[in-house]
């Protein structure tokens, strides 16, 4: 049984990885509903808690049917992060996590995200910190170094383990990788089967099928896995994986049906959590494309899709696409 704190994940736990402008409740809740075992918010500027600006505090949101749930901050400032980790607390989630691997340059130029694995003295300061001044869980998501010549992944690792960080994610890039290039595993087996350490090392990057999965599960040996990209738009990647450890079987692709279902449940979910319906409609635009994924000639709709500007046109158009290719089987291509 895999444990963060006294939180319990099963024997090997899938998890959604916080993306920026993807991972909201929303999708939380299709993935939720796929199998992903825990989940994480937004990342939240913690500048941007403590000036209580929408954007950030909006991300606090959480519900009871998404537990167990971390919610991640990112920031550079000591003073900042401590009052945010109090925001946090208030908010009961299971697990605070603290981005330290975002590669953006917006992130990275504060010394924040993937900034701070050039200051590693720092990146161990801020954790313990919070750690003392949190009761909830703290776990990490980093990276394996700035880029290739300094990964100290595990230095990171002993260190952050050393200050009562109780779980930690890494995604196997330099930051100078950015999302180019292929994840290296191999650092974070390093990690993971170091006899000293002792938290939970979950794996992140490239996880896109229910073979690559079962592969680098067995491969590399670590707690869990982590999926960000290859959810997008394709939620049921969390039960096809589970389906496969459990019977070496691939299921058949969702249907038609399934596919419209979670769409629509998706944007329905948006209209009533967003604080405007444009800003439902254009965030769902990044999702449309994989949801409907192998269906020939379907790149009319999508784009017809992308161009709408109201909720009853989105409707309208997934109205058709149900008709035009009733019956049509999925052939999914990992």
């Known amino acids: 049984m895999v444990k963060i704190g006294n939180v319990e994940l099963g024997d090997f736990p899938l998890l959604l990885a916080p993306m920026e402008d993807v991972s909201d409740p929303p999708f939380r809740a299709v993935c939720k509903a796929c199998g992903a075992d825990m989940m994480y918010t937004e990342f939240i500027s913690v500048e941007g808690l403590i000036r209580d600006a929408d954007k950030s505090v909006e991300k606090l949101d959480i519900f009871d049917y998404e537990r167990p749930i971390g919610i991640q901050i990112f920031g550079a400032e000591l003073d900042s992060m401590l009052k945010a980790t109090e925001i946090v607390e208030q908010e009961n989630p299971e697990v605070l996590d603290i981005n330290f691997g975002c590669p953006v340059k917006k992130v990275v130029g504060k010394g924040a995200g993937a ?104 491969r590399f040996g670590v707690d869990g896995i982590m999926i960000g990209r290859a959810a997008i738009g394709y939620p049921w990647i969390f039960r096809e994986i589970k389906h496969y450890f459990a019977t070496g079987e691939l299921l058949p692709p969702p249907t038609l049906e399934e596919r419209l279902d979670i769409c629509r449940k998706h944007f329905l979910f948006s209209l009533e959590w967003k604080r405007s319906e444009i800003t439902a409609i254009n965030e769902m635009k990044r999702h449309y494309a994989a949801y409907f994924k192998g269906l020939r000639g379907i790149k009319q709709y999508r784009m017809r899709l992308v161009q709408s500007s109201s909720s009853s046109e989105v409707f309208d158009i997934l109205n058709e696409i149900e008709i035009a290719y009733a019956g049509t089987e999925f052939i999914h291509e990992y």
């Open 115 to 218: 900034g701070i694995l050039k200051d590693i003295p720092k990146m161990e300061l801020l954790s313990k910190e919070i750690v003392n001044r949190s009761n909830l869980p703290v776990t990490v998501k980093t990276r394996l170094g700035w880029d290739h010549d300094s990964i100290k992944i595990l230095e990171v690792a002993k260190r952050l383990q050393g200050v009562g960080v109780q779980a930690l994610s890494i995604h196997g890039r330099t930051r100078k990788q950015m999302y180019t290039g292929e994840a290296d595993w191999s650092y974070i087996a390093e990690v993971k089967n170091n006899p000293d350490i002792h938290i939970p090392i979950f794996g992140n990057g490239d996880i896109n099928s229910p073979q690559k999965a079962l592969e680098y599960k067995n």
